[in-house]
């Protein structure tokens, strides 16, 4: 007589992790201090105050914002830091780079933030594909938490995966 087929993956703790599932969806948009630059060079302090208060910043609402200078001018950084003060309260987070920067440190500090409890002496397998393109700084992150927490991290799906940290 056969025996019956045992899906060992259903009846294995590991706990699967999507970070995609986890990981909002976020618009990255850039900001070029530039523009309120005389000539895109030349910071003089009461016109890029002033420019400053003409600009509507509700536009970068809920965004992650990479906060830059397109030109080769030299800015205090006083400067960088009055317009990130703007920003700051309406987006989700404002990064001085470029877009990638900008997503690397939100990943980062999203990361940061998440709540790793229920992971808490388990087997967590962090899913290895999907639609979107989650940055890896994202993955390092989460690896570096979940050591703190899980009995083991894996990485790809249960069928197949690879062995990242397993605690001693």
């Given at each position: 007589?056969?025996?019956?087929?045992?899906?060992?993956?259903?009846?294995?703790?590991?706990?699967?992790?999507?970070?995609?599932?986890?990981?909002?969806?976020?618009?990255?948009?850039?900001?070029?201090?530039?523009?309120?630059?005389?000539?895109?060079?030349?910071?003089?302090?009461?016109?890029?105050?002033?420019?400053?208060?003409?600009?509507?910043?509700?536009?970068?609402?809920?965004?992650?914002?990479?906060?830059?200078?397109?030109?080769?001018?030299?800015?205090?950084?006083?400067?960088?830091?009055?317009?990130?003060?703007?920003?700051?309260?309406v987006?989700?987070?404002?990064?001085?780079?470029?877009?990638?920067?900008?997503?690397?440190?939100?990943?980062?500090?999203?990361m940061?933030?998440?709540?790793?409890?229920?992971?808490?002496?388990?087997?967590?397998?962090?899913?290895?594909?999907g639609?979107?393109?989650?940055?890896?700084?994202?993955?390092?992150?989460?690896?570096?938490?979940?050591?703190?927490?899980?009995?083991?991290?894996?990485?790809?799906?249960?069928?197949?995966?690879?062995?990242?940290?397993?605690?001693?």
């Amino acid at each position: 007589m056969e025996e019956p087929i045992v899906n060992r993956v259903a009846k294995s703790p590991l706990i699967n992790l999507d970070l995609e599932a986890l990981f909002p969806e976020v618009e990255v948009v850039d900001l070029d201090i530039s523009q309120w630059l005389e000539a895109g060079f030349i910071l003089k302090e009461k016109e890029f105050r002033a420019h400053l208060q003409e600009t509507d910043f509700s536009i970068f609402q809920d965004k992650v914002v990479a906060l830059h200078c397109s030109t080769d001018a030299i800015l205090p950084g006083w400067a960088f830091m009055l317009v990130a003060s703007l920003v700051n309260p309406v987006a989700k987070t404002v990064v001085l780079g470029d877009r990638t920067t900008a997503m690397t440190t939100y990943a980062q500090q999203f990361m940061e933030q998440l709540d790793l409890s229920e992971f808490q002496d388990k087997p967590v397998i962090v899913k290895g594909c999907g639609d979107r393109d989650i940055p890896e700084q994202a993955l390092i992150a989460l690896s570096n938490r979940l050591q703190g927490v899980a009995k083991s991290v894996l990485f790809g799906e249960a069928c197949s995966s690879v062995p990242i940290y397993k605690r001693r």
